[in-house]
């Protein structure tokens, strides 16, 4: 596997369900991030693990959790969701620190396609 | 308003170029960044250009930058079908290693 992957591709789930959502680096990065893309809205930047540290969006809803166990694994934890959850959930990754040139930039998995029934 | 600034929607006739244009509103962003969205897939970062630069080209792609409006444009040459996707302009701040990102425009290339 190469780049950042993404597993499942597509989810259907109910309100009261809970499931995970799993997001796999291979290109030896320090960064990992959620977004969420939803039609005709700003990507929005959900949570970012840098170094260990964990940055949120305070407008996150409590219903999602993510986890990071090591610098290529990101996990997004779902429970009781909402149908406005419903979205494209896309994980990224990138090399973080001190700037250091474009390099920076984000690599993007496929992304999840959320549907909540 | 937003910090990064696109229009929804470009359509052009096959052969012709498209010019996609963002706006950004912090003076001290050091990158500016084109990404690419096709359909069913993730964001593909096409190009990017520093704050101190004022153009770049890359085979069909030109970017332009006026800095002095906040002004970043992606020019597509002899654009192509395959050209149909989502293009976000995001922008990064000096300090900073996490992107802004625009609502994307949606070009359609049609024969």
């Known amino acids: 596997e190469t780049g950042v992957t993404q597993t499942p591709r597509h989810l259907v789930m109910g309100m009261t369900n809970k499931k995970s959502l799993k997001c796999e680096q291979h290109l030896g990065h320090n960064a990992m991030y959620w977004y969420k893309q939803s039609a005709k809205k700003p990507l929005e930047l959900m949570f970012v693990?840098?170094?260990?540290?964990?940055?949120e969006n305070n407008s996150v809803p409590s219903r999602f959790s993510p986890e990071c166990p090591n610098s290529s694994h990101l996990f997004l934890h779902l429970h009781t969701l909402q149908p406005e959850d419903s979205a494209l959930y896309l994980c990224?990754?990138?090399?973080?620190?001190?700037?250091?040139?474009?390099?920076?930039?984000?690599?993007f998995g496929p992304g999840t396609r959320l549907t909540v029934l | 308003g937003e910090d990064v600034e696109q229009s929804l929607f470009l359509s052009v006739r096959e052969g012709d170029s498209s010019v996609i244009n963002c706006t950004y509103t912090d003076s001290s962003s050091t990158y500016l960044y084109w990404y690419k969205q096709e359909p069913g897939a993730g964001l593909q970062l096409l190009t990017y250009i520093f704050s101190n630069m004022d153009m770049k080209q890359d085979q069909r792609l030109t970017v332009l930058l006026n800095k002095k409006d906040k002004h970043l444009s992606l020019r597509i040459a002899d654009t192509q079908t395959g050209d149909s996707a989502i293009y976000f302009c995001a922008e990064r701040k000096g300090g900073s290693y996490i992107p802004t990102f625009g609502r994307g425009t949606s070009l359609i290339v049609h024969p």
């Open positions: 693990y840098s170094l260990e540290e964990r940055v």
């Open positions: 990224a990754s990138s090399q973080a620190g001190p700037v250091q040139g474009a390099g920076d930039e984000q690599f």
